[in-house]
């Protein structure tokens, strides 16, 4: 990757990471606050839980989709640019959701913030690769990943007042947010391209896995519906055969989104069915809990939104430490421990009823369960980088996070289904909680399946040192917090993510 020849500590470096950092935290933030939101938006628009459900699923379904993509078109018509973009129709979107005036307009627009989410997400840490000096560039994601882990940490604060206010302001806040990052990074940030660069873009790609994950998950969120009828099993039928023709197309393309030859390896092909299993249930416990805290435990949005801060804490200071750990006793031992713990966590998320003390109900249990992904995310994401080649290293991450937003949002699809909440609104304390307790045993259940196939099909030996253009890909030196998905790393070379 070419060298920007910026250095840490200079006006242009700080403007760089600034632009950066406040790009990274708005589609992370939206993707996390918005959760905290959907108690009020429910009340407000008259939105039984499959609205809400797609409230959530509409934003991760773009995103998911179109983020390998997102970082395809910046290696070819230019990191800034495709950023810059990204954050324009984020705020846009934004804009839409903010003045809504029903749950359908609301669904609309957050598809329509997840496709800006994917151009401005992989470019925020791959314009801070090529503009920064070799020297500096490890520093540059050090900051870039720690800033980020502390906007992790102030955003359920805000989000839970914000909604307490109005929660249309969640939306609303990303306009001028954006209109700070466009600023910057027009006047700052130097635009940078990757001269090898396919001349193709895997278009028919990207259009199957719309496709897929489209039918597929609204196949299976209408199986949750008490209207439901045998013809949603016809949609979850054409997203399958989406998804094995993009696999086919895969094979054949010239410059395929996922190169094949990455699940060759034993190794990443392990590590990705332990993102699967990890990142389903993740995605359904941030969902529900703040729900269930608001609807049945009678929280404010304030207190419900900070409940989950002990796991975004735990992984801050933690997860560095870990990552290091597992270089010495391997991935093994970790990837087998973390879902135990956070299973073990989840399984006291599913005790939070009425009445729930937040000393006594709600912190063990968040404390345990993000013990459990601290043991286990730095880890995951190093041995994804670890069993891809080195040209390959940014396209394996871009994949990995890709199965991490696809597992969320197939999960929030398919386990309330499961539980019994489709249909159920949230007016209807006892019935969420009856099936908010056997969404949680679901997903415990989930996180169990994650420790075997670690156990089973992950390599224990730790892995060789690192080469230098892996080392600057290596998670674990910086605190990144993976709650929402494994960060996107910049491709090493032109064989990297198109």
């Given at each position: 990757?070419?060298?920007?020849?910026?250095r840490?500590?200079?006006?242009?470096g700080?403007?760089?990471?600034l632009a950066?950092?406040?790009g990274?935290?708005l589609?992370?933030?939206?993707?996390?606050?918005?959760?905290v939101?959907l108690?009020?938006?429910g009340?407000?628009?008259?939105?039984d839980?499959?609205g809400l459900?797609?409230t959530?699923?509409?934003?991760t379904l773009?995103?998911?989709?179109l983020i390998?993509?997102g970082?395809?078109l910046g290696?070819r018509?230019g990191?800034?640019?495709v950023f810059?973009v990204?954050?324009?129709?984020?705020?846009?979107?934004s804009?839409?959701?903010?003045?809504?005036?029903?749950?359908n307009?609301l669904?609309?627009?957050r598809?329509l913030?997840?496709v800006?989410?994917a151009l401005l997400?992989p470019?925020?840490?791959a314009l801070?690769?090529a503009?920064f000096?070799?020297?500096?560039r490890?520093?540059?994601v050090?900051?870039w990943s720690?800033?980020?882990?502390?906007?992790?940490?102030?955003g359920p604060?805000?989000?839970g007042?914000?909604v307490?206010?109005?929660?249309r302001l969640?939306f609303?806040?990303n306009l001028?947010?954006?209109?700070?990052i466009v600023?910057?990074?027009?006047?700052?940030?130097?635009?940078?391209?990757?001269?090898?660069?396919?001349?193709?873009?895997?278009?028919p790609?990207t259009?199957l896995?719309?496709?897929?994950?489209?039918?597929?998950?609204y196949?299976?969120t209408a199986?949750?519906a008490?209207?439901s009828g045998p013809?949603?099993w016809g949609?979850?039928a054409a997203g399958?055969?989406?998804l094995?023709?993009?696999?086919?197309?895969?094979?054949?393309?010239p410059a395929?989104?996922?190169?094949?030859?990455?699940?060759?390896?034993?190794q990443?092909?392990?590590?990705?069915?332990v993102?699967?299993?990890v990142?389903?249930?993740?995605?359904v416990?941030?969902v529900l809990l703040?729900?269930?805290?608001?609807?049945?435990?009678?929280?404010d949005?304030?207190?419900?939104?900070t409940?989950?801060?002990?796991?975004?804490a735990l992984?801050?200071?933690f997860?560095?430490?870990?990552?290091a750990l597992?270089?010495?006793?391997?991935?093994r031992p970790l990837?087998?421990?973390g879902?135990?713990?956070?299973?073990a966590?989840?399984?006291?998320v599913?005790?939070i009823?009425?009445?729930?003390?937040y000393?006594?109900?709600?912190?063990?249990a968040?404390?345990?369960?993000g013990?459990?992904?601290?043991?286990?995310?730095?880890?995951?994401?190093?041995?994804?980088?670890?069993?891809?080649?080195d040209?390959?290293?940014?396209?394996?991450s871009?994949?990995?996070?890709?199965?991490a937003?696809?597992a969320g949002?197939?999960?929030?699809?398919?386990?309330?289904?499961?539980?019994?909440?489709?249909?159920?609104?949230?007016?209807d304390?006892?019935?969420f909680?009856?099936?908010?307790r056997?969404a949680?045993?679901?997903?415990a259940g989930?996180?169990?399946c994650?420790?075997?196939?670690a156990?089973?099909?992950?390599?224990?030996?730790?892995?060789a040192?690192?080469?230098e253009?892996r080392?600057?890909?290596?998670v674990?030196?910086?605190?990144?917090?993976?709650?929402?998905?494994?960060?996107?790393?910049?491709?090493?070379?032109?064989?990297?993510m198109?």
């Amino acid at each position: 990757m070419p060298d920007g020849g910026l250095r840490m500590g200079t006006p242009q470096g700080r403007w760089v990471l600034l632009a950066t950092v406040l790009g990274s935290s708005l589609a992370m933030l939206d993707a996390t606050v918005v959760n905290v939101a959907l108690e009020r938006i429910g009340a407000e628009l008259d939105a039984d839980f499959t609205g809400l459900q797609w409230t959530v699923n509409a934003y991760t379904l773009t995103l998911a989709s179109l983020i390998l993509m997102g970082g395809s078109l910046g290696d070819r018509f230019g990191r800034r640019r495709v950023f810059v973009v990204g954050t324009v129709w984020f705020a846009a979107a934004s804009l839409l959701c903010g003045l809504a005036p029903d749950v359908n307009t609301l669904v609309a627009a957050r598809a329509l913030q997840g496709v800006g989410g994917a151009l401005l997400t992989p470019g925020s840490l791959a314009l801070i690769s090529a503009s920064f000096a070799g020297t500096d560039r490890a520093a540059a994601v050090g900051a870039w990943s720690g800033l980020g882990g502390v906007a992790g940490a102030i955003g359920p604060f805000l989000g839970g007042w914000l909604v307490g206010v109005e929660w249309r302001l969640v939306f609303l806040l990303n306009l001028p947010l954006a209109a700070v990052i466009v600023a910057v990074a027009v006047r700052h940030v130097p635009e940078s391209r990757d001269p090898e660069a396919a001349h193709h873009l895997d278009w028919p790609g990207t259009a199957l896995v719309v496709a897929g994950l489209g039918a597929l998950t609204y196949g299976l969120t209408a199986a949750g519906a008490p209207d439901s009828g045998p013809g949603v099993w016809g949609w979850v039928a054409a997203g399958l055969v989406a998804l094995a023709a993009f696999v086919a197309v895969q094979r054949r393309s010239p410059a395929p989104l996922v190169p094949p030859g990455l699940f060759a390896s034993r190794q990443f092909t392990a590590a990705n069915a332990v993102t699967l299993l990890v990142y389903a249930p993740l995605g359904v416990v941030f969902v529900l809990l703040v729900i269930q805290l608001q609807v049945v435990a009678g929280y404010d949005p304030l207190p419900a939104g900070t409940a989950l801060l002990p796991v975004t804490a735990l992984m801050l200071v933690f997860s560095a430490r870990v990552g290091a750990l597992a270089q010495r006793v391997g991935p093994r031992p970790l990837l087998t421990a973390g879902p135990l713990v956070a299973a073990a966590g989840v399984l006291l998320v599913a005790r939070i009823g009425p009445d729930a003390g937040y000393l006594t109900d709600v912190l063990p249990a968040t404390a345990v369960f993000g013990a459990g992904l601290t043991l286990l995310v730095a880890p995951l994401t190093a041995t994804v980088l670890d069993s891809a080649p080195d040209r390959l290293a940014g396209v394996a991450s871009g994949v990995n996070n890709a199965v991490a937003r696809a597992a969320g949002l197939l999960a929030v699809a398919v386990v309330p289904a499961v539980a019994g909440l489709g249909g159920t609104g949230v007016g209807d304390p006892a019935g969420f909680a009856t099936g908010f307790r056997t969404a949680m045993l679901v997903c415990a259940g989930l996180l169990v399946c994650a420790a075997s196939v670690a156990a089973v099909l992950v390599r224990r030996t730790p892995a060789a040192a690192p080469s230098e253009q892996r080392q600057r890909l290596r998670v674990e030196e910086s605190p990144h917090c993976g709650i929402t998905g494994p960060p996107v790393h910049p491709a090493t070379s032109g064989e990297g993510m198109r």
